[in-house]
Structures are given as structure tokens and as C-alpha cells.
């Protein structure tokens, strides 16, 4: 009997005129007027989802490489296009059950995307019957026309999360969420749970390759590995790849089974690390319901900070705080300097008299090492020096675990090779770079890239943790090179062969569930040391000189790194060392403020120490949370985005990349005016020195107010120009920085003011779903962009009364907490 693989089943050699792909192929899909070419790899998938909605699997969940895509758009189109043709044809079953096909995600934006495709001559968009799922449950087409959802019965929705969970009054067919568009796990949850409260028949998920489905659904999951990718390429070829609507990028070079490393040796970097590591598990075993004392916790958020610097702490900790990304490493030392954990008993009590000192000893000491000169920064150098001449003309993008690290490295490598810190945080062009500092990039992990048919090399700068193996099968990049301690490489090893051998036992399972045939033998190759050992203790080699190895054997910590990456879920305090820092948990508990507000008498809980944006008279405004009092006009976000409306207007004109820009220039404008206060001793005395060079600033509460953020920057573009003369601050002076950036002040304070004049106006314009005055100001304001859609995703309420603080978990913060949560409910508001 001839051997029958899945591949056999998912792209059938015989597939006739008659077959879906080719009817499609034959009349000639568009995206924005150029051809897209749906590949093996868009077909297998497509036909995987076929076959597991017609049997009796309820719930799918697609295992794609990270990466920017339209893989849920592209799933939401078939799908409503076989329902379609069997609609019209009356032939064989319709796989896709009964009811509307609902697009889910955070801004995936279906409606834009839908109106740039065309298949022939006829636009998707009006032929599939598209409609976006407004607040209020009605669903609104493209020209503007609200109806219920009720009467669409075989329609294609869009919900976006940002507007929360608005009811339909009807049950669904086939959800599609796109869980790659969102950025934590509770979002992913309520998206579960939209679909189980409107009885979806069907739950097509689309993920990152490494997550987990994570709920109590039975899922039939199918990760597409490299080693399925490689198989499909060398079994079917690949196609041109074009746009966001195809797989065809991921084929486009042969998949790493696994991704490279480059190992450094630091002994006493190595010693400390151990020895911090061994305390926090210690603390993590300590059994008890009490919080972590706070030296404790600090000494862990300490640790992760440290360990995730590959360059000047101090600069990391500027941009730590200027990005509101809490304490720096330099307070944090401060406190666990001073802590002692006297007074605990119990438990604590015994841990602060064993572990504590030792502890507390090795996190200071591992301060100090990296604060002194962190001798992990050479290694990034070369590693740049190395991969511009083995990799010539290939970018290279170094990954950091947040955008105040992004920040931080970009600045110090544009000081140490020249350009500018802006330019490196710009995401790469797609297709080829050149060499020279155009193809070197600094990008968050925050920030996904398009999948590229380009070659293109990204660091990851230390070992992922468990839950984020992914990044380093990501299909943004075609080469992956992790850098790592020797003693680390162990467990990076073995995290990479754990997610292999778990991928395969997925999709050997819903290989055998949907009758596909055989599925390749898993392999799981030892990682290939492309860069080292190199020993950091050592001097370090000059630019040029190849690397000097060291062939004693690591030391193998991966038992206890994986005792301290392990989840602890009586544990609030983050200790996984590949986290970035932060002041809590996802779902720890924060100080916050009860707002009850109006119509409906809802009870809000604000983060007591954070801002909120508020309407005054006609002026946008953001004030205190304490500010706050009876009759404040409160712009709330009312689902998952839990963004400013400021910022997400922004984000309509400007992409992320150059929003990071701008946050950058004006991080740098703030580090200026630090500065000069700083030299001067008092803000009089900065006061006079604008004064000196011209300046007709009014006060020097007004020249404080640019440093705290309150004010965007000077309204008189000369004075930036000042603040970075008196602080001898080149980034600003060079290459017009200071003009761009008072241009880009100019357009933040005009959306400033047209906010503060049209907020309300509009926002009860789009709740109406008419365009009257204040949607045409700002739709002129963003050169003809309808912004009604951003504007449904925000509340106004006013505030009826401000009660008083307590802790709740920070996964309630800004929403309307339901009736069985005890810490919210409303006899505890104010």
C-alpha cells in the first residue's frame, strides 16, 4: 500500500479546475492592485481548517512563527467564501456551520483590509458582506449603514476588542480570534469567553508558535514547526511572497531546525548569578500566604533588571524611569541595601536569618560588577563587528525585553558606532539591506516585525523564558542567534528540545484526530555554537582578531534555572530572569481608588499613583487619579486596548516605529532639561539661564512642568534649542533633531486642543453612527482618516463620587469589575 502522508491529504497532487485554490488562483486575488499567490503553505493550513470543521472538532488552535500577518483575515475570507459558494451552488456539505463568521481581535483592523482586496474584478469587502461590530451590538458596513446583527445571519463580522464585549443578541458560527494581535492572556480569555457567551459553533484560534491554548476547550492544535515548514518547502517549493495575507515568507528559506548560539564565560558574573538564583528559589519555596517582604521582592526585580542589561546601567536606569517603567536599578540597590526584613516571623523569619544574607550579599555584588563597566557590552560589540562580516549585508536586529532597554542599548551603539539613536529604533525595510549602520536595528520584543522573505539575523540577548520559547522560531527573522552565559546554554537547550518534542506530540495528535497520514519524525538537533566560548574575565580581543575560545567544560545550572523559571502560582513576585522588571504581577495586587461613577452608577478601580485623561471645559487634560472629583468628564477605555485616546489617535497617523521615535526625541528633550536643573541646583536658576539666551519663557514652574512630562515641550521651538545647548547635548543639536522635534510638540498640542473642543461632541457623534461637526473637525485634522471607529473604543462617564484606596488585583484596573468579584462590588465603593 503507498505510503499516504498528511501532506497528501492537505494539498491533494490531483486537485482539478474545480478545486477551491485553483477557482481562486484562475480568477486572481489582489491586495492593494498586486497579485497574491496563495502558497503550500496558505493551502495546507486552509485545508486543515476545512477538515477539522467538518468533523466533529469544535476548536482549533494554529501554531504560526511570530511575526506582523493577516493569517486570521485570510482564514475569516475562506471561510465565508466557501460558505458563500455553497450557498450558490447547492453542491456538497458546507464545512462552516450555520451563523455569522466573527473576526476577533485587538485593532486587527478587518474592515481597512477587507476593502484593499479584490478577487477578479469584484471587491471582498461588499461581496462577503462585511460589517463591524460596533459597542452597542449593531453591526455598521462599510458605508456606513447600522443594522442588527440578527439580520445578517450568513455575515462576516469584525469585533475588535478594544470596544469590549458587546452582545450581538444572537448566537454565531465560526469565531476566528486572532491572538496574535493580543497582548496578554487575559485578553485571549475574554476573547473565549465573547465566543461561548454567543454559542459559537466553532473556535478557530490563530497564535504564536510556542503559546497554549490555556483553557478548559478541547483543541485540536497544529504548530507549524520548522520542521514542517522544511518539509512542505522540499515537498511542494515555495512562491513569491507578497503582503501580509500569505504564509509564502516562511518558505522562502529553509527553516533552522533550531536556532544558533553565542556563549560568553564571565566566572564571577556565573558565581553571583547562581547564587542570587538559588536565593530567590528558596524564596519561592517558602510556603506561606503572607506577601514577600519588600527587600525580597526588590532584590528579584534587581536581578531581572541586571541580567537584562547589556550595556551602561545608569543610562538603562534613566530610561527606565523616563519611560514610566518603574525603579530603576539604582533604587532598587538602595533598597535592598537597607532592607533587613526585621520584625517577620514565621517562615520569613527563618528565611531572613538563612537565606537572606546570601541573598542579599550576591544581587548588591552583581550590582556593582555590571554598574562598574558591564563587560557583557564588549561582547554585543563584537558580535555586531562579527555578524557585519560573516553576515555581509544581511540586517542585524538586537531584541531587548522592553522599549526602555530598546532605548537605552540604541543610545549607547549610536555612541559607540556612530548615527543616531532614532534611526536604529526604526524597524527594518523589508527586502534587502545594505551594509553599515542602516542594517543594524534595536527592537522591544513588544514590537512584532512582518514576516520577510529577506535574510535577516536577530540576537536575543539572553536565555527567552519557558512561555516565550517562540521568539526564537520567530518567522521575522530567518536566523536566530541566542546569546548566553556558558552556564546557561544547558538550559536553553533543553527549553528548545522540551517546545520541539511538545510541538510534535501536538500535531501528531491532530494528525491522527483528522485521519491525515503520516507526519515527520521529530528531531531535535543539539543547538550549533556559531560564536565563542569566549571568557569575559579575559581581556577582550581586538575589532578583527577572531574570538578566543575556552574549551573548559560550563558549568550546567539548568536544573536550578529551571526550578526558578518554573511557574509559581502562589506567588505573586515575578522571578524569571528573561522577564522584564516589573512592580508586580500581571495579577498582583495594587493600591487603587474606587470612582463610582455616572450614568449607570459603575465602579471603576484606578491605579491610585497613575493619571487618567479627563475633559475640562474644552480643554483634554490628564490629571491624578486623586484629582479627581464629583462631576470630572473621565475618558475611559472600554476594552482591552487600555490605551489613552491620545495616543491611539497618534498611532492613526503615525506608525509604532515612529512613535517610539518620537517617544525617544522627547525622552531625550526631558534627559536635556534634567540636565541643566541638575548643573544649575534650582529651577530659578534654569529660569535665568534660558533667560540669558533669549528666552521669554514666562516662570520657572513653567520650565519644570517640560521635564515632568506634564507639558509636551516649549511651545517656542528656540527654546529646545536652549535646553539642549545648555546641556551640551549632541542628540539634540545634531541633524535638526531639535526642529523635528518641536514639529512633532507642534502636532501633539494641536490634537491636544482639537481633543479638548470635539472629544465629547464626536464620541457621541460615532455612539449615533452619524457624522456630524466634531467627526468632520477631526477627520480633516487626520487628512481625511474616519476616526469613528477609535473613537467607539473609549467611554466618557462622569465621575458621581471618589471613594476611598485599597488593594484589588491589577487585572480589575479601569474596567467595570463584574457582579461576583467580592473586592469590587459596589456596596465596597465609595
Partial sequence: MARVTYLDCLVPPDAGPADFFERVQALRMTDRGRTVDLGPLDRATLTLLSRALSSDQRSVYLGLPRGRHDMAVLIGIYLQLVRRGAELTGGSPCPVPD???VVVGLRTNVTVRLAQLAIGRQNLSRALRMQRIRGDGRVVDLQGKITRAVDSPSGLFYLNTALGRPSLGTSVGTVVIDRTSMANDQSWERALAWASEHDAARVVAVADLGTQPGSSRAWAQWPWTPALRADVRHTLGHRSAYGPLTSNALLAHRPAAAPSVAVYRHEQLAELYRTVVAGVVAARRVHTLEPWPQPIADAVRLLNLLWCSWGSIGRQDAWQVLMGRGSGARALARSVSRGTSEGRAGPWGLFRETQWPDLRRGVLDLYEVLYEGNPRWDLLLALIDWARADRAGVPVLVRTRSRSAAAAVAEELADALGGDAD?????????????GAGALHVMPYT????????????LHLGVPSTLRTGVLFSGAADEHLAVVEQSEYTWLERSASRALHGWHEQIRQTA????????PEPATPALPVAYGPVDLSRPFPAPGDPPQRDSRLALDLSALFEDYDAPAKAISTPADPSRGATAVAADGPVPATAVLTEPEGAVLWLRSDEQVDVLIGQRYARVPVTALTPGSRLLRARGDGQSRLHDRLVMVMHDSAEVTAMDTMIGFFRQAITTVY??????????????????????WQAVSKWADGSVIAPEDPQDIHRVALLARDTRLTAGGTWQRLARMAEELRRLHRALGHTAAAAMTEAARGTEGPALRQLKTLFSGIDVSEVLEEFDLVVVRRVGGQKSVSAAVLGRVPGPRSASSSPQEAP
Fill in 99 to 101: 451563523g455569522p463568521v
Fill in 423 to 435: 534611526s536604529l529604533l526604526l524597524a527594518p525595510r523589508p527586502g534587502p539591506a545594505g551594509g
Fill in 447 to 458: 514590537e512584532r516585525l512582518a514576516w520577510d522573505a529577506s535574510p535577516r539575523l536577530e
Fill in 512 to 519: 491522527a484526530l483528522l485521519r491525515l497520514g503520516e507526519v
Fill in 678 to 699: 541638575e548643573q544649575r541646583g534650582s529651577w530659578p536658576n534654569v529660569l535665568t539661564a534660558l533667560k540669558n539666551l533669549g528666552s521669554e519663557v514666562s516662570s
